[in-house]
């Protein structure tokens, strides 16, 4: 079982920057692909970005240019740098691991709200 806890969240005006991070439990966390989801209230969870354990990155078009994925292995660490916020970005943004062959982990999530 491989525990994930998001922080970083909060208030942040439309065109201002925040950074999420997300800690993993396990001493294997160089091996599993990591990404960022987000759900917006009435909508369904959606991919931001992903990366694996290669370190190669897959942004969502609506992301592309204003959020950086990275990880630090030492740390068992994910990190979503997002710039330029909007207020459709506002919504819960939850931390997933993830091995081949189904095994999948989640976080509970950590609230960003866009707003003026």
């Known amino acids: 079982q491989v525990q994930l806890v998001e922080s970083g969240g909060g208030l942040v005006q439309p065109g201002g920057s925040l950074r999420l991070s997300c800690a993993a439990s396990?001493?294997?966390?160089?091996?599993?692909?990591m990404g960022w989801y987000r759900q917006a209230p009435g909508k369904r969870r959606d991919l931001v970005v992903t990366?694996?354990?290669?370190?190669?990155?897959n942004y969502a078009d609506s992301v592309k240019g204003r959020f950086t994925i990275s990880r630090d292995n030492a740390k068992n660490t994910v990190y979503l740098q997002m710039n330029s916020l909007k207020l459709e970005d506002t919504a819960v943004y939850f931390c997933n691991a993830a091995l081949r062959g189904g095994i999948n982990y989640w976080g509970k999530g950590t609230l960003v709200t866009v707003s003026s």
């Open positions: 396990t001493r294997s966390f160089s091996i599993y692909d």
């Open positions: 990366i694996t354990s290669g370190g190669s990155t």
